[in-house]
């Protein structure tokens, strides 16, 4: 069972910049890709950004075509926490984003995950 709790959600202006953090908890999270989602209200849950388990020290990013080359994902192993920076954020940003987590080894592409956090709500102003 691994359980994820996001921070660093609020409000910015647009063109901003955010930090969004995901802290698992469990001894294997190198073992695992995780994932960052966004639901905004009265949409569907979408994909935004993951970075697979990790490797000889390596690991591989994907990213959502709404957030490439402004969002990064990255994964700090000895914290068992990962990150979201987000930048250049527009007011179409605005969602609950949620942390995700599943053990390691599928293909990048398949969107299904087995544990989720609560979500942090980001909020972009124009």
């Known amino acids: 069972q691994v359980q994820l709790v996001e921070s660093g959600g609020g409000l910015v202006q647009a063109g901003g910049s955010l930090r969004l953090s995901c802290a698992a908890s469990?001894?294997?999270?190198?073992?695992?890709?995780m994932g960052w989602f966004r639901q905004a209200p009265g949409k569907e849950r979408e994909f935004v950004a993951a970075?697979?388990?990790?490797?000889?020290?390596?690991?591989?990013?994907e990213y959502a075509d709404s957030v490439k080359d402004r969002f990064t994902i990255s994964r700090d192993n000895a914290k068992n926490t990962v990150y979201l920076q987000m930048s250049s954020l527009k007011p179409e940003d605005t969602a609950v984003y949620y942390c995700?987590?599943?053990?390691?080894?599928?293909?990048?592409?398949?969107?299904?995950?087995?544990?989720w956090g609560q979500g942090t709500q980001v909020t972009v102003s124009s």
């Open positions: 995700a987590a599943r053990p390691g080894g599928q293909r990048l592409g398949v969107r299904n995950y087995d544990y």
């Open positions: 970075i697979t388990y990790t490797i000889r020290s390596s690991s591989i990013a």
């Open positions: 469990g001894r294997t999270f190198s073992s695992y890709d």
